[in-house]
């Protein structure tokens, strides 16, 4: 559109079923896009950005799916309390058979 260098009619939508996106282009902090006009409809929403000769200004429109899985959004987390889980686990179950081996031999 910028390439263009003249003014253009268009529109760009997106029907989503089920699953909504975590946010669309005019949803991002700190940017200009241009609005996004959103509809609902039985099963999902329609996401839609008109131009109706205008200049185009925007680089992208579109909708955005997060991508992490659950352990991706807590991989952190995953990264330091399971090694740190399975050493406790360890040293817990050591220490439970050692004593009770000493007190079998004390007896």
């Given at each position: 559109?910028?390439?263009?260098?003249?003014?253009?009619?268009?529109?760009?939508?997106?029907?989503?079923?089920?699953?909504?996106?975590?946010?669309?282009?005019?949803?991002?902090?700190?940017?200009?896009?241009?609005?996004?006009?959103?509809?609902?409809?039985?099963?999902?929403?329609?996401?839609?950005?008109?131009?109706?000769?205008?200049?185009?200004?925007?680089?992208?429109?579109?909708?955005?799916?997060?991508?992490?899985?659950?352990?991706?959004?807590?991989?952190?987390y995953f990264i330091i309390f399971v090694p740190l889980f399975l050493v406790i686990i360890t040293l817990a179950t050591y220490f439970f058979v050692k004593n009770?081996?000493?007190?079998?031999?004390?007896?």
């Open positions: 559109g910028r390439s263009w260098g003249n003014k253009i009619t268009e529109k760009v939508s997106f029907k989503v079923y089920g699953t909504q996106p975590d946010f669309f282009t005019d949803t991002i902090e700190d940017y200009f896009f241009k609005e996004c006009q959103i509809e609902d409809f039985d099963e999902g929403k329609i996401y839609t950005w008109k131009w109706l000769n205008e200049d185009i200004l925007d680089n992208i429109v579109g909708i955005h799916y997060d991508q992490y899985t659950f352990y991706g959004k807590y991989e952190l009770k081996l000493s007190w079998r031999r004390n007896k």
